[in-house]
C-alpha cells in the first residue's frame, strides 16, 4: 500500500508555516536616481562602464583564411607584425606582395593591388 502525502500546512499557527501577510506586502518605492547623480555614484566605485564609447568602423577584412603552420612560426609571424607595427592580415599582406613581387607574375603583381588599393 502506497504512503499517503504529507499535508503542506499552509495555514498552520506554527512558525514553519508560509506567512500570506509577507507574501502580499507591496515592495517599497525605489527612490528615482537621476543620470549625474548616477554617474557620481559610478566614478565613486570604480565601476566601468561596458558600453563601447565609438561606434566602431567596419573592416574591409572579412574573408577569413586559416591555416595550419609549423611549431614556433606563428609566434615568429607575430613578432615580425609587431616590429612592422602592424595586425597579423596587414603583415600577410605584405609578405603576399613580397612574394609576387618575388615569384609572381605581372598579372598577379596588378590584381593583388587592385584588391588592396595598393599603388
Do not use: C, W
Not at 499517503?4 to 500570506?20: A, P, Y
Not at 528615482?32 to 567596419?58: C, M, N, Y
Not at 609578405?95 to 599603388?119: H, P, S, W
Amino acid at each position: 500500500m502506497a504512503k499517503e502525502r504529507e499535508t503542506l500546512n499552509l495555514f498552520s499557527d506554527t512558525n514553519d508555516g508560509i506567512d500570506l501577510e509577507e507574501l502580499t506586502k507591496k515592495p517599497a518605492q525605489s527612490k528615482h536616481i537621476g543620470k549625474a547623480q548616477l554617474e557620481d555614484i559610478a566614478k565613486q566605485t570604480g565601476f566601468v562602464s561596458r558600453l563601447p564609447r565609438k561606434k566602431r568602423s567596419r573592416t574591409k577584412y572579412t574573408a577569413q583564411l586559416n591555416i595550419k603552420v609549423r611549431e614556433g612560426v606563428k609566434p615568429l609571424f607575430q613578432e615580425i607584425g609587431e616590429r612592422l607595427e602592424t595586425f597579423d592580415n596587414e603583415t600577410f599582406e605584405r609578405a603576399m606582395l613580397a612574394l609576387i613581387e618575388k615569384e609572381g607574375t605581372k598579372e598577379q603583381l596588378t590584381r593583388f593591388k587592385e584588391l588592396t588599393n595598393v599603388r
